[in-house]
């Protein structure tokens, strides 16, 4: 695997081979699709491989992803934070997935920071920050499914990956890609695509798994958020839309819900940057994504606390509303270059 330095991947096969028994997978909080696919196709693996492997979350995890977990249900380190902290004591081996901060672990933050372990990256975002013994970091791929695949590959542990796990990988593939929509367009993506499907994953399900799995309410959410809830600045190429705590207990939220909700603007022409803030847990959590080359995850770092990568990226405000949405229109100005730059 070109990707991977042999002497590296040799050395974390005999580590494994030899010192290894118990191993504990780990993805970020608000874990999407290509954090639980990844997982749980890794664990997979494992499992096969006669390791003793789980993953642990650190909060619960959208119910359109729980058909994935089938056989190896994760545990939720918010649900069983005791059993959780002994199966993570009791680890060989940590594997964080899908994350380049431990501050992306939410409670569990506090408990890996308290641990000595051997620990793997496996990530796709820009500029780790975190320590890891093996790092497989790679920002070029579609998802760090697609990483996990070539990391097994490189392994030589693909007789492993079972269909369950064929289909959490192809679940992390095309979540992170939007159905092949963005960030898809490398070849090499398509052939382990093709290997996926060869090894019993069904695209067709997860699709209707991850896009049309949607409850009445969510449906209806979304149609507010389009009619009465977006604000769309053509002047800076940017769409906002927000929602507070109300209005989202008259839509009977649930986790998950307004996943994807941030994309609609980006079908304006024009529109290359957009915004989506709601309330949740008592502050303000925010999605960007943009079209081309202006980068959110700069954006979110110098302003709302947050990361991830070039078109995709997250962060939080603890200011109300109504301030954090005048400081996000007042920003627009002084990015109006960089929001010029793409059409
Ligand atoms: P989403 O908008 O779907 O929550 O997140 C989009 C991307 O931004 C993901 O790649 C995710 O890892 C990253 N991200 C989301 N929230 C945060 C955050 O609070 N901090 C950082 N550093 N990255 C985030
Ligand atoms: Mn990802």
């Known amino acids: 695997m070109e990707r991977f330095d042999v002497n590296t991947c040799n050395k974390v096969g005999e580590w494994l081979r030899k010192e290894v028994k118990k191993i504990v997978i780990i993805p970020h909080v608000n874990p999407d699709g290509d954090a639980i696919g990844s997982s749980l196709g890794l664990n997979d693996v494992f499992i096969n491989a006669g390791f003793d492997s789980c993953v642990i979350v650190p909060n619960d995890y959208p119910n359109y992803l729980g058909w994935l977990g089938a056989k190896d249900v994760p545990f939720v380190y918010e649900q069983g934070i005791e059993r959780c902290n002994k199966l993570i004591d009791q ?10 901060d431990i501050k992306r672990l939410g409670k569990l933050e506090a408990h890996i920071r308290s641990v000595s372990k051997t620990v793997v990256l496996i990530d ?9 013994d093996y790092m497989f970091s790679d920002t070029n791929v579609s998802s760090t499914a697609e990483l996990v695949y070539d990391f097994v590959d490189a392994l030589g542990m693909l007789e492993h990956l079972s269909k369950i796990g064929a289909n959490a990988l192809l679940t992390g593939i095309i979540a992170d890609t939007g159905s092949f929509s963005h960030n898809a367009s490398r070849p090499s993506m398509y052939k382990i695509v093709s290997e996926l499907i060869d090894k019993g994953a069904e695209k067709e399900k997860i699709n209707e798994a991850l896009f049309n799995n949607f409850s009445e309410k969510r ?10 809830k977006m604000e769309v600045y053509p002047e ?11 209005e989202l207990k008259r839509f009977d939220f649930h986790s998950g819900d307004t996943e994807g ?3 609609y603007p980006l079908s304006i022409k024009g529109i290359v940057f957009s915004a989506f803030f709601m309330e949740k847990n008592n502050q303000i959590k925010i999605s960007f994504r943009s079209k081309g080359s202006f980068a959110t995850n700069d954006f979110c770092g110098a302003h709302f606390h947050g990361g ?10 603890l200011l109300p509303m109504a301030e954090a ?3 996000f229109r007042s920003l627009l100005p002084q990015y109006s270059e960089r929001l010029e730059e793409d059409c």
Do not use: Q
């Open 91 to 100: 680890a060989d081996a940590l594997f964080y997935l899908d994350f380049n």
């Open 124 to 132: 796709h975002h820009p500029t780790p920050e975190i320590k890891a």
């Open 219 to 228: 449906m209806r959410l979304l149609g507010f958020c389009l009619s009465e």
């Open 236 to 246: 800076f190429k940017t769409a906002l839309i927000w929602l507070s705590a109300e």
């Open 261 to 263: 909700f941030v994309n």
């Open 308 to 317: 991830g990568h070039r078109n995709a990226s997250g962060g939080e405000s």
């Open 325 to 327: 949405l005048s400081l």
